[in-house]
């Protein structure tokens, strides 16, 4: 059939992560590839670095898959990691890093893995934008971070305040920043 691109892009931030809600899409990133994979096609699923730590944490996925997966060859895989600089990872930098491991690939098919409230949409749009066929699938709740060091992550009508407020073209982040200064 096809080789899709999957992506996995985090929703909230903690000090000590994976969190519930990256716990959450990292199970339905392997869902969702199993089931592309018993519908004929070939994912490949690259992943932000918290859902790669909720993906490797024992007791996350069934035990022994998360080895299988890598060590079978079948699902290629690629991490998107931390910014250095400290500056901000948001949906469409993710992305960015992704987009040249789907083609190398050959991913031409996409299918994004983000919290279902506004973040899957969004991230849709974006590899629209980027040329991709895009392959909708369900993701189920992920639900909102009380404790996320991010505030506009810990509620619904937060996290639509913070998407209105980037709308207008305030900076993602702390001013641009992942973690507020000190």
Known sequence: ??????????????????????????EEAVRICKALIEQGHTPVLAAQWEIG?????????????????????????????????????????????????????GATRFVGVANPFIHQPYLYWLARGHGMELMWRH?????????????WCRSWWQFTYQTVRLALGIEHGYNGRQEQSS
């Open 1 to 26: 059939m096809a080789i899709v691109g999957v992506l996995a892009a985090s929703f909230s931030l903690r000090e000590q992560e994976p969190n519930p809600c990256n716990v959450r899409l990292a």
């Open 53 to 105: 730590l909720a993906l490797q944490q024992k007791g996350t996925i069934e035990e022994g898959e998360w080895r299988e997966f890598i060590q079978s060859g079948g699902w290629a895989y690629e991490e998107i990691g931390q910014v250095e600089d400290g500056s901000y990872l948001g949906t469409k930098e993710v992305l960015e890093q992704a987009l040249p491991f789907f083609e190398k690939l």
């Open 139 to 151: 993701v189920r709740w992920v639900g909102f971070d009380k404790q996320s060091t991010q505030w």
